[in-house]
C-alpha cells in the first residue's frame, strides 16, 4: 500500500541554523500539508500546498518558514534560523483530491533545538 | 475558532475491556469529523469518519457516531485487544475551500494490559 515517507526520522540542531524536513508524498497525490505537534500539545495545521503554491497557512507559519516541491516527488519544510520552541514532531501529509477528505500521513520527524 | 478537546489520557485498561474515549468538538457549519489513530513509531492513520450529523463512522470493531446536537464525536470498542495501544486523535476538517486543513484534539494513549 503506497505511503508517505518522511526523512529523516529524528533531528537534532543548534538554534539559529536552518533544518529541512523531507517528505515523499504519495505519488498521485495533489495537495499536501504540514503539520507539527509540540509534546504534550495538540497537533497543529502548518500549511497546505497545491499546483505548486502555497494555499492557506497558519499563524504559527511566519516568515522563518517556507515550503517547496523541488520535483515531482518531495516536499520539503525549511526553518531558516530554528528556535528552541521549534522543536516538535513534524508530520507531512497528503491527499489525493479536492473531493476527498482522507489526508494520508507520514511518520513524522522529530526536531529538537538544543 | 474551530477546535476539538478529547479526554485527557492515558486511558489503561485491560483485555476485553468496553472503551469510550470522549471527543466534542466547537465549529461553525457542518465539518466532518474523523478519528486518527497513531501505533508506536508509525503515522497516523485515519480510523473512521463521519461527514454528516447522525453519521456513523465504523472500522476495525470502532465506531463513532456524529451527534450535531451535543457537538460530540465519542470513540468506542466494545472489546478492546492489546493490539489496540496506541494514540488516538480526534479531527475535524474545517469546511474553507477543498484543502480541508485538520483540527486535531491533543490526543488519548490508550494501553491495553493482557
Known amino acids: 500500500e503506497p505511503e508517505v515517507t518522511q526523512t529523516p526520522s529524528h533531528q537534532v540542531t543548534q538554534m539559529g541554523q536552518e533544518v529541512i524536513l523531507r517528505c515523499v508524498p504519495i505519488?498521485?497525490?495533489?495537495?499536501f500539508y504540514w503539520y507539527r505537534q509540540i509534546l504534550g500539545q495538540k497537533v497543529e495545521f502548518l500549511v497546505s500546498?497545491?499546483?505548486?503554491?502555497?494555499?492557506?497557512k497558519s499563524e504559527i507559519f511566519d516568515d522563518q518558514f517556507s515550503v517547496e516541491r523541488p520535483d515531482g516527488s518531495n516536499f520539503t519544510l525549511k526553518i531558516r534560523s530554528t528556535k528552541l520552541e521549534d522543536s516538535a514532531m513534524y508530520f507531512c501529509?497528503?491527499?489525493?483530491?479536492?473531493?476527498?477528505?482522507?489526508?494520508?500521513f507520514g511518520p513524522g520527524t522529530r526536531l529538537t533545538v538544543l | 475558532g474551530d477546535s476539538v478537546t478529547q479526554m485527557e489520557g492515558p486511558v489503561t485498561l485491560s483485555e476485553e475491556a468496553f472503551l469510550t474515549i470522549n471527543c466534542t468538538y466547537t465549529?461553525?457549519?457542518?465539518?466532518?469529523l474523523f478519528w486518527y489513530v497513531q501505533y508506536p513509531g508509525e503515522g497516523l492513520q485515519l480510523l473512521l469518519k463521519?461527514?454528516?450529523?447522525?453519521d456513523k463512522g465504523s472500522n476495525k470493531g470502532f465506531e463513532a457516531t456524529y451527534r450535531k446536537e451535543t457537538t460530540s464525536f465519542h470513540l468506542e470498542k466494545g472489546s478492546v485487544q492489546v493490539s489496540d495501544s496506541a494514540v488516538y486523535f480526534c479531527?475535524?476538517?474545517?469546511?474553507?475551500?477543498?484543502?480541508?486543513?485538520?483540527?486535531f484534539g491533543k490526543g488519548t494513549k490508550l494501553s491495553v494490559k493482557p
Open positions: 501529509a497528503s491527499k489525493q483530491s479536492g473531493s476527498t477528505d482522507t489526508q494520508y
Open positions: 505519488s498521485n497525490h495533489l495537495y
Open positions: 500546498f497545491y499546483n505548486n503554491e502555497i494555499s492557506e
Open positions: 465549529a461553525t457549519g457542518y465539518p466532518s
Open positions: 463521519a461527514t454528516k450529523a447522525d
Open positions: 479531527a475535524l476538517r474545517q469546511m474553507r475551500g477543498s484543502q480541508g486543513n485538520l483540527i
